[in-house]
């Protein structure tokens, strides 16, 4: 939890005086104590006891309750949303068509999504560190790359029903059945989970450079997805062809 310094405090009041005596005319000042503020966000560690620990941008507690606030309600509201579609599809039989198992597909990957990943996502983007321990992270990394490659399968398969509704549509009904959009369905699951959980579990995304990897990039109460490769450029005789890039928070930085 922040709470202002004294400094912040003394700010603050010299502000409000010296617009009740008339002495500030504009809005000037306002973007010197914005900056003022954002100076006050101090960093410290995740975990203070270990050696390793990535480091933690502390909000000040108005911040922080505004985040959680915005990112909740669009939780909520994607969980909610696809839930409603599900529920309508599944309920009304006359919605029992190829085209709507597809669009339910889609609306589970990304009920899922919110549910599994948007929410452990939204803590960490505010506290600015995971907290949840290793194995759920790499459970969280797996379905957050699953459930996105799983969205966009589906969303070529609705792409592809779609153009042969729109340019064929005499051959639609006999090309576009029950059938091929399960196996539609099927091959969207497929691949995104042996994507997903094979790439984090195996450790696909570092594999080669996992010694670099751990001595340079991950830290305790960190949970990115970092994609390391060997490079052929070099900064110097030296230097390892080693390039990184890690998304999300948590990470100490991005190592060439």
């Known amino acids: 939890m922040f709470f202002f310094?004294?400094?912040?405090?003394?700010?603050?009041?010299?502000?409000?005086?010296?617009?009740?005596?008339?002495?500030?005319?504009?809005?000037?000042?306002?973007?010197?104590?914005?900056?003022?503020?954002?100076?006050q966000m101090e960093e410290v560690l995740c975990y203070e006891t270990r050696n390793n620990s990535c480091l933690r941008t502390v909000r000040p507690l108005p911040v922080r309750l505004s985040l959680y606030a915005?990112?909740?309600?669009?939780?909520?509201?994607?969980?909610?949303?696809?839930?409603?579609?599900?529920?309508?599809?599944a309920y009304f039989k006359q919605l029992h068509t190829p085209t709507n198992y597809l669009i339910v597909s889609l609306a589970m990957s990304d009920l899922?999504?919110?549910?599994?990943?948007m929410f452990p996502s939204m803590v960490t983007c505010v506290e600015s560190c995971w907290y949840f321990g290793e194995l759920f992270c790499k459970v969280y990394l797996s379905s957050d790359v699953t459930l996105c490659t799983a969205s966009i399968l589906n969303l070529s398969f609705i792409s592809l029903d779609?153009?042969?509704?729109?340019c064929q549509p005499l051959l639609y009904r006999r090309k576009i059945t029950v059938s091929t959009v399960g196996v539609m369905i099927l091959l969207s699951w497929s691949?995104?989970?042996f994507i997903g959980f094979g790439m984090i579990f195996l450790r696909l995304n570092i594999?080669?450079?996992?010694?670099?990897?751990?001595?340079?990039?991950?830290?305790?109460?960190?949970?990115?997805?970092?994609?390391?490769?060997l490079s052929s450029l070099r900064r110097s005789p030296h230097s390892k062809p080693i390039s990184c890039c890690t998304e999300r928070h948590g990470f100490r930085h991005s190592v060439q």
Request: glycine share 8%; net charge positive.
């Open 191 to 193: 691949i995104s989970l």
């Open 70 to 89: 915005i990112l909740g309600v669009v939780v909520i509201l994607t969980v909610c949303g696809n839930l409603l579609v599900t529920l309508s599809v």
């Open 112 to 117: 899922l999504l919110g549910l599994v990943v």
């Open 162 to 166: 779609r153009h042969y509704a729109v």
């Open 5 to 39: 310094s004294s400094s912040s405090e003394a700010a603050c009041s010299n502000l409000i005086s010296l617009r009740r005596a008339g002495k500030l005319q504009d809005y000037r000042h306002l973007h010197v104590f914005i900056l003022f503020l954002h100076r």
């Open 207 to 229: 594999l080669g450079v996992e010694e670099f990897y751990y001595n340079n990039i991950a830290c305790e109460g960190g949970c990115a997805l970092s994609v390391c490769c």
